[in-house]
């Protein structure tokens, strides 16, 4: 049985659920396992890729609207009708691959705010899909950032938590009416000299 959630992809003007933005407590804390993939799961999946789609995101993790259990979706192809979204419940990355590169993020919970990320180029991801299938994929490039991004909420990490230069950082928060005290500073594990090739 496939149980591919079949969501169209078009903007709703009222879409089903609220995005919280960096400052609501819900994505500072860990989201729970989710020990059952029910139709309650489906209906959270689903609400949560109209909500994206609505708001013009290519992923979007539970904590984001308020739902601390691990579950994210992911869609790099908003534009195409015909690819499946994907559901990830539950993810677990069990390697990582090739080269840490550098690139632009943003974030649904931070509109507006976009910095340079570390990111392995590839990722190996464990998780069960909407069917509650276990799968195994590997994702490459923008996939494996977006889900190494929507994996970090879960854990109650926001991507800006980890850009070096303070004083831009701050500059950028503050333009689009956010705080830097509400930024979680930490270290890239990426960055460590122990995981950089060479
Ligand atoms: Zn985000």
Redesign the pocket.
């Given at each position: 049985m496939v149980a591919t959630l079949s969501v169209p992809k078009v903007k709703l003007k009222n879409p089903p659920l609220h995005i919280y933005r960096m400052g609501d407590k819900v994505l500072r804390q860990p989201a729970k396992r989710i020990s059952q993939v029910n139709d309650e799961i489906r209906q959270l999946a689903r609400d949560m890729l109209q909500t994206m789609y609505s708001a013009d995101g290519i992923?979007l993790?539970a904590p984001?609207v308020g739902v601390p259990k691990r579950l994210i979706v992911v869609d790099i192809y908003p534009d195409k009708p015909e690819v499946p979204p994907l559901v990830l419940i539950n993810p677990e990355i069990r390697e990582y691959l090739g080269e840490t590169v550098a690139a632009q993020e943003g974030?649904?919970?931070?509109p507006g705010v976009f910095c340079e990320v570390l990111r392995a180029q590839g990722v190996v991801v464990s998780f069960k899909d909407e069917s509650g299938r276990p799968r195994t994929i590997q994702a490459d490039d923008l996939l494996a950032r977006v889900i190494q991004?929507?994996i970090d909420?879960l854990n109650g990490v926001?991507?800006v938590d980890y850009v070096e230069n303070e004083l831009l950082l701050d500059q950028e928060l503050r333009k689009h009416g956010f705080q830097m005290q509400d930024v979680q500073r930490r270290a890239n594990p990426l960055a460590a000299p122990a995981l950089k090739p060479r």
């Open positions: 992923g993790a984001q974030c649904l919970s931070i991004h929507e909420h926001l991507f």
